[in-house]
């Protein structure tokens, strides 16, 4: 048994939406409900904790009730910051694993949770291979700094599993340190937890911008077109 | 694994044939319900459907007009509780009376669009609600619902919106993979047809059995080549 962690609290500052992003429509459907409906179909998932941009629970318990989710749904409040949302959301979990996802990444399906349950590691991700170099600079003064390597380097994306009590050290480290981190899987291995990736998929497009909506809604379509 | 199909006008026509044929076909079919107001046709031809069907169908009959939305959500509460999840649904019940524009009764142009496009509204969107999960749904819209005719301004006005509900359909319920197939009958010799054309003989057109059949062929795994539009019946 496990519960999802659901992040569904930014409030589309990029996406320059006119509502929060949670509510962007792809396909003409919110674009929440797709984590929704497939965390839904499996098993192993008894408990849903998400949360809700500051004055939209109830748009959010309505989306849970209209489309009937079975799988029984907790709500916390978004915090300032996704470190701080997810730990937030952490206070609410009742299983000791936990998949952590966001409703930004629409494409996810029910075989990727199950690819992460099924996993032998703890802590593990879906991470994707970079097609392009990534240079580090100085951006005070527009200064590059040096090389990385491509091969050692992984897009992170999600969802991710976690075993509870190592997800909470990743975060005391990083309350301890005065680190902010923008994803947990390279949190908790600054901590020193062992923390593995498995490869992702390139279609696991996270909707930022506006653009993203359209190519979104195009390969949802067209995955539908292939499962039908 | 065994399948319940819903269908509604089945007291005749279309939907009784319908009925028939997923009774007896190979879709894994062990539940066929009957939806249709009570009428002495019903009665009968239950009658004769039950004569009929093999040991491993269990048949139901829904008594309700799917024109009364009230009633018809507390028949879809019961029926869901009773069987569980409906796999095919077939909406096939439909109504007119075709009158020129200046004679059109409003009331009569709302129970037109309460049977025609609200019914199947009502059947899918309760059944969502309820956590239901269609293999197939099928609409039955109306070569009328393609091109409006003279003097069918109500019927032709409501095929046309079950032609592009089952579009949105189609889209939106992709996601559970659903398919959703909207049938256009052309002149089909039914009750209804008799209403829009009453000098017709019958016998000249296309019989109900023969749409039964494409409606078979839609819910089985033909069905998903040939299911992506409007998909138009007519001899």
New interface residues.
């Given amino acids: 048994m496990i519960s999802l962690i659901l992040l569904n609290g930014g409030v589309g500052a990029r996406a320059r939406t006119a509502g929060p992003k949670q509510f962007v429509k792809i396909?003409?459907?919110p674009i929440v409900?797709?984590s929704l409906?497939a965390a839904d179909e499996v098993a192993e998932i008894t408990e849903i904790v998400l949360n809700f941009p500051p004055g939209h629970r109830d748009t959010l318990e309505a989306l849970v009730?209209?489309?009937?989710i079975?799988t029984p749904v907790k709500y916390a409040d978004a915090g300032q910051t996704r470190q701080q949302s997810v730990a937030l959301l952490l206070d609410q979990v009742t299983n000791d694993d936990v998949l952590l996802h966001e409703s930004a990444r629409p494409i996810v399906t029910a075989d990727d949770f199950r690819t992460l349950i099924n996993s032998d590691h703890a802590n593990v991700g879906f991470m994707r291979e970079i097609s392009f170099t990534v240079a580090p600079v100085d951006p005070d003064t527009s200064r590059v700094t040096g090389s990385l390597e491509r091969s050692r380097l992984r897009n992170v994306q999600l969802p991710q599993k976690f075993n509870l009590d190592d997800l909470r050290r990743g975060h005391e480290f990083a309350s301890a340190s005065g680190t902010h981190y923008t994803e947990d899987a390279t949190m908790c291995a600054d901590a020193g937890i062992d923390v593995f990736f498995v490869e992702g998929s390139e279609h696991n497009l996270k909707v930022t911008t506006p653009g993203d909506v359209n190519l979104a809604t195009m390969l949802?379509?067209r995955e539908?077109?292939e499962?039908? | 694994m065994s399948k319940t199909a819903l269908i509604t006008g089945a007291s005749k026509g279309i939907g009784l044939e319908t009925a028939h044929r997923l009774a007896a076909s190979d879709l894994d079919i062990t539940t066929v319900i009957l939806m249709a107001r009570q009428s002495d046709d019903f009665d009968a031809n239950y009658a004769a459907l039950e004569a009929e069907v093999g040991d491993g169908v269990t048949l139901v009959r829904s008594i309700v007009d799917v024109g009364d939305r009230d009633a018809l959500i507390v028949a879809i509460g019961e029926l869901y509780e009773a069987h569980g999840t409906i796999h095919y649904l077939v909406n096939n019940a439909g109504y007119t009376n075709p009158v020129p524009i200046h004679q059109v009764d409003f009331a009569d142009f709302e129970r037109t669009m309460a049977v025609n496009v609200y019914a199947p509204f009502t059947l899918v969107q309760e059944l969502l609600h309820l956590g239901n999960r269609f293999d197939v749904i099928v609409n039955i819209a109306s070569t009328a619902g393609i091109n409006g005719r003279s003097g069918w301004l109500t019927y032709s006005a409501s095929k046309a919106a079950v032609i592009n509900m089952s579009e949105v359909m189609r889209d939106e319920l992709k996601i559970y993979g659903t398919r959703v197939v909207c049938l256009s009958p052309g002149r089909t010799a039914t009750a209804l047809r008799r209403v829009l054309a009453p000098e017709e003989d019958p016998s000249t057109i296309m019989q109900p059995q023969h749409v039964a059949q494409v409606i078979e062929t839609m819910l089985g795994p033909t069905g998903q080549y040939v299911d992506q539009q409007n998909v138009i019946v007519r001899q």
């Avoid at chain 1, 009730?65 to 009937?68: E, I, S």
Wanted: glycine share 12%; aromatic share 12%.
């Fill in positions: 396909n003409g459907v409900v797709y409906k009730r209209d489309y009937a079975q949802l379509r539908g077109d499962n039908v």
